[in-house]
């Protein structure tokens, strides 16, 4: 398969590059919306686990556990890399090598103001579902709305 175009989205944030950075990994689920979740249940709660192996996932509210992927990278406050295990059909894929990757860097232009880099690369790792991957995390309620939510958490 070809390999597909990247998505790549920025931001500024009203807030600290150190600031940005624990909004969007530690307080993940602050910001994280309830409807985007991909369990049975509905979603209880968002987790990315602060280390590089740890896992990116949801918990319904009966308990149940989704995972998403896991943290490849964790370089606080610089840049984080999830991989991605959602095929295009928004079911998890549990093969690895499967997986797309989601970078997100922190990038300080002033004390109180960070950009904020989102690229998500590696689509065609999906095999028949990238093109789905792609434009589902692209469209209306993708990416950019997510950065936007995770934007007006961080500065508040």
């Known amino acids: 398969m070809d390999t597909l175009e990247p998505i790549r989205k920025t931001i500024t944030v009203a807030c600290s590059r150190e600031h940005a950075f624990k909004t969007y990994t530690e307080a993940f689920d602050s910001w994280w919306p309830r409807q985007h979740h991909i369990g049975a249940g509905e ?14 996932y949801e918990r319904t509210v009966d308990g149940a556990e989704c995972e998403w992927g896991e943290v490849l990278v964790w370089e606080p ?7 991605w295990r959602i095929d295009g059909d928004w079911k998890i894929d ?6 797309s990757e989601i970078e997100v860097r922190f990038v300080e232009e002033g004390p109180r103001s960070t950009r904020v880099e989102l690229e998500h690369r590696g689509f065609e790792r999906h095999g028949e579902t ?21 934007a007006e958490k961080a500065a508040a």
Do not use: M
Request: without cysteine.
């Open 43 to 56: 979603l209880a709660e968002a987790v990315l686990e602060p280390k590089e192996g740890g896992r990116w």
């Open 77 to 83: 406050p610089a840049r984080v890399v999830l991989s």
């Open 94 to 99: 549990p093969d690895p090598a499967r997986a």
């Open 130 to 150: 990238g093109v789905k991957v792609r434009e589902g995390v692209s469209g209306e309620g993708g990416h950019g709305a997510l950065l936007n939510l995770f």
